[in-house]
C-alpha cells in the first residue's frame, strides 16, 4: 500500500457510457497525475495537477476530462469512450518541489471499453 | 524527444541467480533522474531504484543495484539473489530535473524467477 487508492479497480463500459474513475492520496502530496499503461506501449502521462492546478494536458482527447478538487482527489470523468481507449490508468502523486520525482502509484483502474 | 528503450520485451532467472535488465536513454540535458519501477501482477508501480545523474556512485538498494554509465546513457538494474517475489514487469524511466512533471517510461520487460 504506498497511500494512493483508485477505484474501481475494473471498469467495464459501453461506447455511450460515461463514468468516472476516482483517486485518493493519503500521503499529504501536493501534485497528481493520471496515466496510461497499453499493451507492449510505455506509459503515457495524460494529465498533471500541481498544487490544484492543472499544468499538463498530454494532447489528451476532450473524451477524457480531470477533475482535481483538492489536493487529496483527483478524478477522470469518461464519456463516449472507444474500444481503443481500453488500458490500464494509473493515478499517481508526489511532492512539488521536495522529491518530486519520486511518484507513488495507485494499483490503477483496469478500463475495458466495449 | 526524451526517449527510454528496453530492449528486452522479457527476462527470466533462476531463483537465487543475478540478472541485468538494461536501459538506454536519450536526452541532451544534463541533470536528471533515472528510476527503475517495479509492477507486480497487483499492478502497483513500486519504486525500486533511484539514480541521480549528478551522482558518479552507482545507486544501491539491498538486492538490487544498478550500472550507471552518463556518457553512454546507460542504466541498467541489476538483481542479485532473485526471488521469487521479484517475478514482475519493470520499467526503466527518467524526469529532468527543474523542467516539468513528465516522467518517460520505457515499454518494460518482463522478469521470469524460476524455482
Known amino acids: 500500500e504506498t497511500g494512493v487508492t483508485q477505484t474501481p479497480r475494473h471498469l467495464v463500459m459501453g461506447m455511450t457510457n460515461k463514468k468516472s474513475l476516482k483517486c485518493e492520496q493519503h500521503?499529504?502530496?501536493?501534485?497528481m497525475y493520471w496515466y496510461k499503461q497499453s499493451a507492449k506501449k510505455p506509459l503515457e502521462l495524460m494529465f498533471v495537477?500541481?498544487?490544484?492546478?492543472?499544468?499538463e494536458n498530454n494532447s489528451v482527447p476532450s473524451r477524457f476530462s480531470p477533475e482535481c478538487p483538492n489536493s487529496s482527489h483527483l478524478f477522470l470523468h469518461l464519456h463516449t469512450l472507444q474500444p481503443e481507449d481500453s488500458a490500464l490508468y494509473l493515478c499517481?502523486?508526489?511532492?512539488?518541489?521536495?522529491?518530486?520525482?519520486?511518484?507513488?502509484f495507485g494499483s490503477g483502474t483496469q478500463l475495458s471499453v466495449l | 524527444a526524451q526517449t527510454v528503450t528496453q530492449s528486452q520485451p522479457e527476462m527470466s532467472v533462476q531463483e537465487a541467480e543475478t540478472v541485468t535488465l538494461s536501459c538506454t536513454y536519450d536526452?541532451?540535458?544534463?541533470?536528471?533522474?533515472l528510476f527503475w519501477y517495479k509492477q507486480p501482477p497487483s499492478r502497483q508501480m513500486i519504486l525500486v531504484i533511484r539514480?541521480?545523474?549528478?551522482?558518479?556512485q552507482n545507486a544501491t538498494e539491498n538486492r538490487f543495484s544498478v550500472n550507471f554509465q552518463k556518457a553512454a546513457k546507460s542504466f541498467s538494474l541489476k538483481i542479485s539473489d532473485s526471488q521469487l517475489g521479484d517475478a514482475a514487469m519493470y520499467f526503466c524511466?527518467?524526469?529532468?530535473?527543474?523542467?516539468?512533471?513528465?516522467?518517460?517510461f520505457g515499454k518494460g520487460t518482463k522478469l521470469t524467477v524460476n524455482p
Open positions: 499517481a502523486s508526489s511532492q512539488v518541489l521536495q522529491g518530486r520525482e519520486k511518484l507513488f
Open positions: 500521503l499529504g502530496h501536493n501534485a
Open positions: 495537477y500541481s498544487l490544484e492546478e492543472r499544468v
Open positions: 536526452t541532451s540535458e544534463s541533470d536528471y533522474y
Open positions: 539514480q541521480e545523474a549528478y551522482k558518479q
Open positions: 524511466a527518467y524526469i529532468t530535473q527543474g523542467g516539468s512533471e513528465k516522467l518517460v
